[in-house]
């Protein structure tokens, strides 16, 4: 069994959710990249952010940090034409904003992995993902981010973000992946 919130009838999903969610991720491409598409699906769904990935890694420049913080206004426009992804103006321009800070963070902190888990003392937390969609780690983090100069990055986006790169384990009990799960296969 998975997590209730997995579309079994698409195949893009299950993978995610089998083979990426809640895996943890130190790798600080992969990890804009993941924030930066939280930020997209704020008042959406993942299903329908996820079903965009490979459309926003091609329009995004592979959510390479350096390259999308230099983004002009000549590219805002360009992306705003682009039917294969969300064309949203203010998440585009504040994911340009996002990345100028993201890196500053990694200037700051050495990467942005460091600078995320230093907030959990480098531990995995473990809460299922049918009981919360914001805790006092994502408050935190998106108060922190917030106080930077980010923006749409407020806590439930955070909590999905932290979910997401395996900050917080959040897979639901019945889940074959949860941690209870995992250790009645050992």
Not at 19 to 39: A, I, M, N, Y
Not at 56 to 61: E, H, L, Q
Not at 105 to 117: A, K, M, V
Not at 141 to 165: P, W
């Amino acid at each position: 069994m998975r997590c209730f919130w997995v579309n079994l009838n698409n195949p893009l999903y299950v993978e995610y959710h089998d083979k990426e969610w809640g895996v943890p991720l130190h790798d600080d491409g992969k990890l804009f990249e993941l924030l930066t598409l939280e930020c997209f699906q704020a008042g959406l769904s993942w299903e329908c952010v996820l079903n965009k990935r490979e459309a926003f890694r091609k329009a995004f420049d592979n959510f390479d940090a350096g390259i999308v913080a230099s983004y002009t206004a000549d590219k805002i426009d360009e992306l705003m034409q682009d039917t294969k992804i969300i064309r949203h103006r203010l998440k585009i321009k504040a994911a340009i904003r996002n990345a100028q800070i993201y890196l500053d963070i990694q200037r700051e902190y050495g990467s942005f992995d460091c600078y995320i888990r230093r907030f959990s003392g480098n531990k995995i937390i473990i809460e299922h993902c049918d009981q919360h969609t914001s805790s006092a780690l994502s408050d935190a983090i998106s108060r922190d981010l917030k106080k930077r100069g980010m923006s749409f990055v407020g806590t439930t986006t955070i909590y999905s973000f932290l979910q997401a790169c395996g900050v917080i384990n959040g897979h639901s009990a019945e889940c074959f992946l949860s941690p209870s799960k995992q250790q009645e296969l050992k």
